[in-house]
């Protein structure tokens, strides 16, 4: 089994900066089968985006609506996972989420933590 664990979302103003962490926990099975973790966002009415991710082997991906703003990154260990925010607009206010894909077993997702950008 796994589980995440998100931290760092909150209210910031527009131009402001803010980073997220995930870290994931668990079985040692379970943790090992991990091969990406990332960041998608959901704003209510709107479907969930994929805002980056990072494989185990360090290659990211960002959508275009974030590259050159965010930066995806590991910390010490592969399981936890940091999300840089800079430039923030109100456009980028929603619930951010979490998520692991997993060698052989179900995708594991957050609970979800609250970004909120003021103009």
């Known amino acids: 089994q796994v589980h995440l664990e998100e931290s760092g979302g909150g209210f910031v103003q527009s131009g402001g900066s803010l980073t997220l962490s995930c870290a994931a926990s668990g079985t040692i099975s379970g943790v090992t089968s991990i091969d990406l973790m990332g960041w998608f966002r959901q704003v209510p009415g709107k479907e969930r985006e994929l805002v980056a991710s990072?494989?185990?082997?360090?290659?990211?991906t960002y959508s275009n609506s974030v590259k050159g703003r965010f930066t995806l990154f590991r910390g010490g260990k592969k399981s936890t996972v940091f999300l840089q925010m800079n430039s923030l607009t109100p456009e980028d206010t929603a619930v951010y989420y979490c998520y692991a894909e997993r060698a052989s077993a179900a995708d594991v997702w957050g609970q979800g933590t609250q970004v909120t950008v003021s103009s």
């Open positions: 990072i494989t185990y082997e360090g290659t990211t």
